[in-house]
């Protein structure tokens, strides 16, 4: 599984033979599911559509529930890329976002316990970003990822890792992935994509409003 | 009964795309050993790189870093060729060796995940 590539989908034959190589079944894609139904029919193959929102372009402390209620239903998966406290706090009790994006930039300050505690209650997913080990200063773009992961892993939060390709070539296999979060220090039982599924799987019944609201499903 | 320290871990490494030579896969794999972990454990590591095929490699290190390599395999690779580690073994042999039992499987948990 790739849960975050950002890439175009224009070479089909080529993704669909480098993911039956590497054994990758489901890619979560930054594009909006109305432009996956044009896109699907790639043979052993999921699409998943996922949008990140960024603090500061798409969203602020004062537009984040309109911008929510604009995009939640075109997108199976949305997380956000957040770095002010007053935010943070905010959209970790909001439902529509199912995780958080931490990368070289997010700062251990803010993604403290006291946060880690709130995402554990509101089940939401820490996206790991390991774009940096791709860098030559894999020390500067990895001190802060790696002590929110110390201060992660000693609490309930389940993690979702990827190092986001932007092209088919820089796809990696689940099992390289794993071995790549494994030296950042994340533990290896929580490395598991199954919570993903889980949230996609839920999400997908919201939209087809077999669950209204939370708590409630219609059988 | 004597201990060894030191077991060697067998890795098959395959590579999708262009062509690569031993000599450029060994000299990335140690350039980006040393940059990520350090020229010390690069030393302890004991690496080794047998070539099968043109795209078939085994990589030999000491079971104390295979960890390692696995993240550092993933790091390699320019634009032009993806390296998977298709299976870790302990002896040269249980690497070679693929029976149709084994194919089997392989086809139907591809992913290795949940």
């Given at each position: 599984m790739e849960i975050g590539y950002m890439g175009d989908i224009q070479d089909r034959e080529l993704i669909s033979q480098i993911t039956s190589f590497l054994g990758i079944k489901h890619i979560a894609v930054e594009k909006s599911i109305s432009q996956l139904k044009e896109i699907?029919?790639?043979?052993?193959l999921t699409l998943i559509s996922r949008h990140t929102l960024k603090e500061g372009y798409d969203i602020n402390n004062k537009n984040f529930k309109s911008k929510l209620n604009q995009i939640r239903f075109n997108y199976q998966y949305i997380s956000v890329i957040a770095n002010s406290a007053d935010l943070l706090s905010r959209l970790?009790?909001?439902?529509?976002v199912d995780a958080f994006h931490i990368n070289e930039n997010s700062q251990i300050k803010f993604f403290n316990k006291k946060f880690c505690n709130r995402m554990e209650e509101n089940n939401k997913l820490a996206e790991i970003n390991l774009?940096?080990?791709?860098?030559?200063q894999i020390s500067k773009n990895l001190k802060q990822i790696l002590r929110i992961v110390e201060l992660f892993n000693k609490s309930k939060v389940n993690y979702v890792i990827s190092?986001?390709?932007?092209?088919?070539?820089e796809l990696r296999s689940q099992k390289g992935i794993r071995a790549l979060a494994e030296i950042c220090g994340v533990a290896s039982n929580k490395i598991n994509n199954i919570h993903f599924l889980k949230r996609i799987e839920l999400n997908n019944k919201k939209l087809a409003g077999?669950?209204?609201?939370?708590g409630v499903e219609i059988i | 009964m004597v201990v060894k320290l030191h077991r060697y871990r067998y890795l098959k490494l395959e590579i999708y795309g262009n062509e690569l030579s031993l000599k450029l896969l060994i000299q990335t794999l140690r350039k980006k050993y040393s940059l990520v972990f350090g020229e010390i454990a690069l030393a302890k590591s004991a690496l080794h790189v047998l070539q099968l095929t043109s795209n078939n490699f085994i990589i030999r290190v000491t079971h104390l870093h295979r960890n390692q390599i696995e993240a550092v395999v993933q790091l390699i690779?320019?634009?032009?060729y993806i390296p998977v580690i298709r299976r870790v073994s302990g002896t040269i042999k249980g690497i070679t060796k693929k029976t149709e039992e084994q194919n089997i499987i392989m086809n139907i948990f591809g992913e290795e995940e949940e």
């Open positions: 699907e029919n790639m043979s052993n970790v009790v909001d439902t529509r774009e940096g080990l791709y860098s030559n190092h986001f390709p932007k092209t088919e070539v077999v669950i209204p609201f939370e | 690779g320019d634009n032009t």
